[in-house]
């Protein structure tokens, strides 16, 4: 458990076809899940779990329920989920990161980003 009372963990899933899974979640989560969870992302990545899932959820339960959802969507054969016990920066809107103009021109939000070196996250779903 991290501040805030939120429970937070990366879901790791191992898959036939990562890049189809990825796109499976995205088209199935959206900005499912209200204030009770959040599906951040899905990142394709070449390790034996080739699509690593940040997930943020009211409690544990949720948790459980998400990742039992995310082995489905994606149709994972293994997965694990890794539980964040401290984050730094301790609000995920103080996150920095790096957005290229090629990511910005396909769809950031103007509003709250620009390309180059972010000084936040705008705290919402990256799929929303």
């Not at 191992?14 to 599906?39: C, K, T």
């Not at 940040?54 to 329920?65: G, Q, R, Y």
């Not at 990742?67 to 609000?91: K, L, N, W």
Request: charged letters at 25%.
């Amino acid at each position: 458990m991290i501040t805030g009372g939120r429970t937070r963990a990366w879901i790791l899933v191992q898959v036939d076809s990562p890049h189809d899974a990825a796109q499976r979640l995205y088209a199935s989560q959206g900005l499912e899940g209200g204030d009770h969870y959040v599906v951040v992302r899905a990142d394709v990545v070449d390790y034996v779990y080739n699509v690593v899932i940040p997930v943020d959820a009211e409690s544990p339960e949720v948790l459980d329920s998400v990742h039992d959802m995310i082995r489905g969507i994606t149709g994972a054969r293994h997965s694990v989920a890794i539980p964040v016990v401290e984050s730094v920066p301790p609000i995920p809107h103080d996150a920095e990161g790096f957005i290229t103009p090629e990511e910005y021109d396909r769809g950031y939000d103007k509003e709250h980003c620009k390309p180059g070196r972010q000084r936040w996250s705008p705290g919402m779903n990256a799929w929303g």
